[in-house]
């Protein structure tokens, strides 16, 4: 399981990286996770499908991060946590670069909890929990 897990979150640094460069395949993104997903954070839980909607969203999401400066994420530390022989939580460190106008780089460390099924050896998102972005970022001054 392990072994699996943590080739999947490398996949995701290295497609993340490539979705802050406008590069990044949504299908390759998208066969990160499973056919459902649910989010948690502050802000509330949502659930949806793999489907074209979570790639609209996701490359949403990446052009968002490029908009507030975002220049790199990097992946530091993933710590899982087993619940059966297919399922864990990973403990995903990453560490997001930014770049500011007025100010050098800022870099803020943050976690996020993912729900992750490994079936026949393939390790997949099924869904995932986090801190409250927003505040974090306005917090540095970012967004």
């Not at 943590?6 to 497609?15: G, I």
């Not at 999401?61 to 990973?90: N, Q």
């Not at 998102?125 to 974090?136: M, P, R, T």
Request: aromatic share 8%; with cysteine.
């Amino acid at each position: 399981m392990e072994a699996a897990v943590r080739k999947l979150f490398k996949r995701y640094e290295h497609l993340f990286r490539q979705g802050l460069t406008g590069k990044a395949d949504m299908g390759e993104v998208a066969a990160l996770y499973a056919s459902d997903v649910i989010a948690a954070s502050p802000s509330g839980v949502m659930s949806g499908k793999n489907d074209d909607e979570l790639k609209r969203m996701m490359a949403k999401g990446y052009e968002r991060y490029r908009a507030i400066g975002t220049k790199d994420m990097m992946l530091r530390h993933v710590r899982l946590s087993p619940i059966d022989e297919s399922h864990c939580v990973a403990h995903v460190a990453w560490r997001a670069t930014y770049v500011c106008e007025s100010q050098p780089d800022t870099i803020i460390d943050f976690d996020v909890h993912y729900l992750v099924q490994v079936l026949d050896g393939e390790a997949k998102v099924f869904g995932w929990v986090s801190g409250d972005e927003q505040a974090l970022l306005k917090q540095h001054g970012i967004g």
